[in-house]
């Protein structure tokens, strides 16, 4: 494959934020689409246990787009640390080229 392909998991502290991150997201073809997972979370923040709902937005892109996903949800995000990591994926070759048709 020319292209690295990659799930991104995206932090968001409510519904509202999620939806404006992916919606930027895909109005600039950086992602193919989203699945938005609402959880209870517990974490550690600046030296307390923290606890509150949390969501958590999925979705797949290629490695040229990384900077530009990372650019976009930190002007976004209300967050103090956004929360964004990429995972090197493979996967069925339907599904990997979708991510390239899709994002081409």
């Known amino acids: 494959m020319t292209n690295e392909h990659l799930q991104v998991s995206i932090s968001a502290e409510t519904k509202e934020q999620a939806d404006e991150i992916l919606n930027a997201l895909l109005a600039k073809k950086l992602v193919t689409g989203g699945q938005i997972l ?5 974490f550690l923040w600046k030296g307390s246990v923290v606890d509150m709902n949390y969501f958590t937005l ?3 892109s290629l490695a040229k787009n ?18 964004v990591t990429f995972t090197c994926i493979d996967g069925n070759e339907e599904l990997l080229r979708w991510i390239e048709k899709t994002l081409n």
């Open 66 to 83: 990384k900077e530009e996903i990372i650019a976009e949800v930190k002007k976004i995000s209300i967050e103090e640390v956004p929360m």
């Open 58 to 60: 999925t979705s797949f």
């Open 38 to 42: 609402n959880a209870p979370a517990r």
